[in-house]
T-cell receptor, first 115, second 111 residues
Framework: NAGVMQNPRHLVRRRGQEARLRCSPM?????VYWYRQLPEEGLKFMVY????????ESGMPKERFSAEFPKEGPSILRIQQVVRGDSAAYFC?????????????FGQGTRLTVV | DQQVKQNSPSLSVQEGRISILNCDYT??????FLWYKKYPAEGPTFLIS?????DKNEDGRFTVFLNKSAKHLSLHIVPSQPGDSAVYFC??????????FGTGTRLKVLA
């Protein structure tokens, strides 16, 4: 049973380009969460999705960031017109249900570097 | 607004001794707490959790203690092993899927 798979592991983009980060949840998991870790900080919640639905995007920056979790395929976190401040590690997590007291399993992350 | 605080950015412990990692929180609505361990260039790995109805949870060498009145939790690792060297994050949630993470404590276990 493969864990949460994220790709690419490392992504370098020039300022103004678009970044697409992919996340395939664990088998049997239908809930996906994206977190961002800036240098020297903890992980910060960005968005929570179920298949074809955004449930909570309260942690997403208002502009340039979007997320989706289509019926088929991985969840995508999309960052348009990237800036240097977007450089961070982006982690995806998944859980089997949204039972409040259940742990989420994290992927290995995508390290985005904006040059 | 740092609702979950890990005030010690780093900790060094001799192999075989006890490691104690601390975490404080401010939101009294938090009812579920977790510890994650993270190695460089990897994602966080779930370690142990505790519900607010308990004050202790033990799993092998790892024990988490919760003091609700002090809004404090701690992770005890005994005996500490070199392979435990990593960054440890505590996280909390308030009847929610949304975890609030601390900034982490880097544990170094010296052989």
């Amino acid at each position: 049973n493969a864990g949460v798979m994220q790709n690419p592991r490392h992504l370098v983009r020039r300022r103004g380009q678009e970044a697409r980060l992919r996340c395939s949840p664990m088998k049997g998991h239908s809930h996906v969460y994206w977190y961002r870790q800036l240098p020297e900080e903890g992980l910060k919640f960005m968005v929570y999705l179920q298949k074809e639905n955004i449930i909570d995007e309260s942690g997403m920056p208002k502009e340039r960031f979007s997320a989706e979790f289509p019926k088929e395929g991985p969840s995508i976190l999309r960052i348009q017109q990237v800036v240097r401040g977007d450089s961070a590690a982006y982690f995806c997590a998944s859980s089997q249900d949204r039972d409040m007291n259940t742990e989420a399993f994290f992927g290995q992350g995508t390290r985005l570097t904006v040059v | 607004d740092q609702q979950v605080k890990q005030n010690s950015p780093s900790l060094s412990v001799q192999e075989g001794r006890i490691s104690i990692l601390n975490c404080d929180y401010t939101n009294s609505m938090f009812d579920y707490f977790l510890w994650y361990k993270k190695y460089p260039a990897e994602g966080p790995t779930f370690l142990i959790s505790i519900s607010s109805i308990k004050d202790k949870n033990e799993d092998g060498r790892f024990t988490v203690f919760l003091n609700k009145s002090a809004k404090h939790l701690s992770l005890h690792i005994v005996p500490s092993q070199p392979g435990d060297s990593a960054v440890y994050f505590c996280a909390a949630s308030a009847r929610s899927y949304k975890y609030i993470f601390g900034t982490g404590t880097r544990l170094k276990v010296l052989a």
